[in-house]
């Protein structure tokens, strides 16, 4: 996968309830890449941000408010909830796989996941690697509170367990995926790092989402998987490019421009095989505008773009993934088809250019 040549997969989640719906998208359009379905229709459980920090409920470090869940700072045991989650985390990081076990997500939360694995052996023959994908330490940080209502990520405490939960599922993943025998993408999903920069914000600091990042890069490369870091918004690209990620996935189709300030760092990281995962194929209406024809074309010319900055565009060729600009958990069904046979489709006409 070094050189994926613009094969197709998926962000993450889709608009179904049931998973087999969702896998048979999947296994029809992106049969090179597949990735386990997010399924946040389903409910709370398999919502965006608690899919991934199940142990912090286990041990009543995070409570389910009415609507909802937030860090039970309050608590007149809350040192003794503190206590009991390092304490399962040392042990996940000495080696206990039980251990290790609990910082994954149960199949209550993620139901894609574990059909998908339960598919795999018959329908992967054509995979060349199997992608999951994980929340971003700042989206979770900025979407919990704690008992005050403070966002999570103002709190080193907080932030620190943020990390070190999504760190362990990470490696959760890349270890359970891998049982199918595949190479395996994980992505971190990050949409949260768009705030860097903005006047409001003026306290995250460059080097505390970085750090956080590169926590979460070095768990999913040091257990054998592929990372990479993916945003749909306008951001400081050379964040998520410091932060090691072997892919860097972002919204090709309505924020490319974003990355032109940042052309130096993305040919030094192109030069060091670094991938770029366009998501040239809008994920909204709009893409009942758009045909194969439409897409590459605009996919070319940004390319170009690129090009005349000094890029090849033979690297951006080899070194690229197509995918949807984000996830769809929120737009119809016939919407995910027509997005997931254009992506596809783009992906396949580039390969045949």
Sequence with gaps: MRQPCALATGIGSLPFIEPEEALELIYRYLPFVPHWPQLPRRGMSEGFILQFLFPLLETGVLRCGAEKAYFATDAPDWAERLAAFYELYLAAEEGDEAALARFGTPREAAVGLYTFLERAPGRLQEAMAVKGQVVGPLTAGFSLNDASRRPAYYDEQLRDVIVKTLALNARWQVRTLAETGKPVLLFIDEPGVSIYGQSTYITVTRE???????????????????????SCAAVDWSILMDAGPAIVSFDAYSYFSSLIPYAGELAAFLAGGGILAWGIVPTSERVLEENVTSLLRRLENQWGELAARGMERDTLRRQCLITPSCGLGLLTEDLAHRIYALTAGVAAAVREG
């Design 208 to 230: 505390m989402i970085l750090n956080d990042l590169v926590e979460l890069v070095r768990a999913i490369g040091d257990n054998g998987g592929m990372s990479g870091i993916h």
